[in-house]
């Protein structure tokens, strides 16, 4: 497992920008899949996107795709997600996860950070 710390959420109009920000500490990050997932008030918690290891490989949700951006950087221990054009639907709390595989199932992640809260005004 790896520790992990979100950051970055704030409130921002439509169509604005945020890029959030996941610390890490533990010495196996750079082997973790690092993923973003978000959850709405009364909604069930649900995938944005994820990055391999190696930051060679990203996948996105369909709602998110074009405009949401994850990256990484080992050597700061540290991953990104750039959020570009926010809409009203993209509020949320979002969590920053590690996993040992591959995966867009929230249920394959052993480490979340303690979210950050994303507010789009109309």
């Known amino acids: 497992q790896v520790q992990l710390v979100d950051s970055g959420g704030g409130l921002v109009q439509d169509g604005g920008s945020l890029r959030l920000s996941c610390a890490a500490s533990?010495?196996?990050?750079?082997?973790?899949?690092m993923g973003w997932f978000r959850q709405a008030p009364g909604k069930e918690r649900e995938f944005v996107a994820v990055?391999?290891?190696?930051?060679?490989?990203?996948y996105y949700a369909d709602s998110v795709k074009g405009r949401f951006t994850i990256s990484r950087d080992n050597a700061k221990n540290t991953v990104y997600l750039q959020m570009n054009n926010l809409k009203p639907e993209d509020t949320a709390v979002y969590y920053c996860?590690?996993?040992?595989?591959?995966?867009?199932?929230?249920?394959?992640?052993?480490?979340w950070g303690q979210g950050t809260q994303v507010t789009v005004s109309s």
């Open positions: 533990g010495r196996t990050f750079s082997r973790y899949a």
């Open positions: 996860a590690g996993s040992p595989i591959w995966t867009t199932k929230d249920k394959s992640y052993d480490s």
């Open positions: 990055i391999s290891w190696s930051g060679d490989n990203t």
